[in-house]
């Protein structure tokens, strides 16, 4: 089973293939999820510390480059499929939202497409 660390959280056994959104948010993290992990809101963004992974959804891709995002991925759109250590920047607290977003389903939406 795959390691995940959280900066400044703390470090992780996690299911295989676990949604990255939904590792984090069950270790406590307060992570939005705006749209429910449909790759359409960017609130799920993460940084990689270490163990990005190479492959993409065309959903999450079409959507990072919509909104001219580097450096930052979608935690909706990551499977934990590998060890990874990443930073948690855009979290409930503070955010002025009144809560996460809708919970995001166990697989990954929309279907992926891998690029
Ligand atoms: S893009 Fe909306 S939850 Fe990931």
Known sequence: MPILTIDDVGTYT??????????????????????????RCTTCRVEF???EPSAMTR????KLQ????????????IRCDHDMTVRA?????GSG????GPPPAAE???????V
């Open 49 to 51: 510390l270490a163990g």
């Open 66 to 77: 919509e909104r001219g995002l580097t450096g930052v991925r979608l935690a909706c759109q």
């Open 14 to 39: 996690v299911p295989d293939d676990q949604r990255l959104v939904l590792a984090i948010e069950q270790q406590g993290v307060d992570i939005l999820h705006a749209c429910g992990g449909n790759a």
């Open 89 to 93: 920047i855009s979290r409930l607290a």
């Open 108 to 114: 990954i939406q929309p279907p992926p497409e891998w």
């Open 59 to 62: 959903a999450e891709k079409d």
């Open 97 to 100: 939202r009144a809560d996460a």
